[in-house]
């Protein structure tokens, strides 16, 4: 929404249906992952269902809601109660619609729409993912809330707030960091690749590679090493994944070198699985213990 906002100059002669229909493909085109096509979709359903329209009636309004409803659905093949953005965007439909028919005018039913989205993220904490890569989490997923129903509901705040006159921008949140995750390993290419394959799976995720000798011979290198630590530690804590046995003497040689190490730890796991599980759980905002916790499942459980 960041790449939306530095275009609202450009949106000033536009009308309704093209803004939205922008929004979306602008979404599609800086969002990674699977939120990039489902918002874009969701926007772009939005602006041909606008078409032609000059302001929007509270009919409108929910039309907007079913459409949008529609096109996640279609383009993400869920329904609600999966733990996804469809457990905020559903039930603030309904009670949109139910306050329209009581009598309560756009502004008001809204901020009723608000709170019921609200309501679905913290009914996501009790759910387990079925869809999207929260599913590869399991059981493990219940007690966290979804991160798309979270901003679905950030968007609803937008919509309830532009109701009432305002921008509908918010204010941007400081970033609190997260926990680092560096691959070490004697191949700078099985580093690059573990590291390629996690953010495949958690495009958030704070992690860095560090494969290989400075000339690109098999080895490890200190000064990497050293490199990759500074470049993810966030304040949060770096937990390092090696591969032999010299890498680990390494790395711990690299952590001993640095001033401010007490949060920093290698992990013993299988880098690859090991990788994809902690950027997972770092792109959720896990804290260490938790992301020491899983690692040590990760290592124990079997493949098949």
Excluded: C
Excluded at 111 to 127: H, L, R, Y
Excluded at 249 to 274: C, K, R, Y
């Amino acid at each position: 929404m960041q790449a939306v906002a530095k275009k609202l100059e450009s949106y000033q002669e536009k009308n309704i249906s093209d803004i939205l229909k922008d929004v979306g493909m602008t979404l599609v085109s800086t969002v990674g992952g699977a939120s990039g096509p489902l918002y874009g979709t969701a926007f772009m359903k939005a602006g041909m269902d606008t078409k032609g329209k000059e302001e929007l009636t509270p009919e409108d309004v929910s039309s907007l809601f079913e459409v949008m409803i529609g096109g996640i659905q279609q383009r993400g093949k869920a329904v609600e109660g999966e733990k996804t953005m469809l457990d905020a965007l559903m039930p603030a439909k309904k009670a949109f619609d139910e306050a329209i028919a009581a009598g309560d005018d756009l502004s008001e039913a809204l901020k009723k729409a608000d709170k019921a989205a609200w309501d679905g993220v913290e009914f996501t904490k009790t759910i387990k993912a079925t869809k999207g890569r929260a599913s590869y989490l399991g059981d493990r997923s219940i007690g966290f809330q979804d991160p798309g129903a979270t901003s679905m509901s950030y968007l609803i705040d937008s919509f309830e707030e532009a109701s009432e006159g305002g921008n509908g921008l918010g204010e941007l949140k400081d970033d609190n960091g997260s926990v680092g995750i560096v691959i070490v390993s004697h191949s700078n290419k099985i580093a690059d690749g573990a590291r390629e394959l996690a953010l495949e799976m958690a495009p958030e995720a704070n992690i860095a590679s560090a494969g290989g000798m400075e000339d690109g011979g098999f080895g490890t290198d200190l000064k990497k090493i050293t490199e990759a630590i500074e470049s993810v530690d966030q304040g949060k804590g770096v937990v390092l994944l090696v591969d032999l046995g010299s890498a680990y003497m390494t790395s711990e040689m690299a952590i001993e070198s640095l001033l401010d190490n007490e949060n920093i730890e290698i992990i013993d796991t299988p880098i690859v699985e090991g990788s994809i599980f902690a950027a997972i759980e770092s792109s959720i905002g896990s804290d260490m213990e938790r992301i020491k916790e899983v690692l040590d499942r990760v290592k124990h459980e079997p493949k098949f």
